[in-house]
Every structure is written in C-alpha cells, then in structure tokens.
Nanobody, 113 residues
C-alpha cells in the first residue's frame, strides 16, 4: 500500500500563499486534493490525472484561478500551490488517490482575516 504524507500547511493571513506537498512512497497515478473544514463535509479541490493523460488538471470553481495542482513524477510528489487565500480556505487538506479515495493524514491550513 502506497503511503501518502502531506506537509506544508500552516497559518497565513488572508491574501497570502502556501504550497502543500504530498509525498508518496511509491508510484501514483491520478491524484487529487480534497479538504474538510470544521463541521463541513469533505470537498474536492483539484485533480491531476495520469501523466499519460497529458497531465490534465481540473479545479473546483471556488479555487480555480487561485490554486495550482502539479506533480513531480520523478519524486512521486504532488503539490498544491495556493494563492490569494481567504478564511473560507481554512481546512485540513488531504491528497488522495482518484481510484479509491485513499488519502494521507492531512495538513492543516488556517487563513486568518
């Protein structure tokens, strides 16, 4: 079983940026970022499809234009660059496999106003 370890979260002021990383212990294929705010259900953020699928990426409308998902396949690492953060982006962020939703332990992102 591939292990997924997220990092890069923290406390940032509104308008700031953070870059999350997700290190996988083995090769990964289609991957996504999801998040869960306190008292709210898990919600999808962005997807990076299989590298052989031309690295197509998709974004939830509430992050499109502000967040960028990318990957370094040589390092088995997935990234999420988050810009123009708002308090509504406060959540635990998880990377997950698209095939079965298996995810890591998450990293906390807190955006202060």
């Amino acid at each position: 079983q591939v292990q997924l370890v997220e990092s890069g979260g923290g406390l940032v002021q509104a308008g700031g940026s953070l870059r999350l990383s997700c290190a996988a212990s083995g090769r990964t294929y289609a991957m996504k970022w999801v998040r869960q705010a306190p008292g709210k259900p898990l919600e999808w953020v962005a997807t990076s499809f299989h590298p052989l699928a031309h690295n197509i990426t998709t974004y939830a409308p509430y992050v499109k234009g502000r967040f960028t998902i990318s990957r370094d396949n040589a390092k088995n690492t997935l990234y999420l660059q988050m810009n123009s953060l708002t308090p509504d982006d406060t959540a635990i962020y998880y990377c997950a496999r698209l095939q079965d939703d298996y995810r890591g332990q998450g990293t906390q992102v807190t955006v202060s106003s």
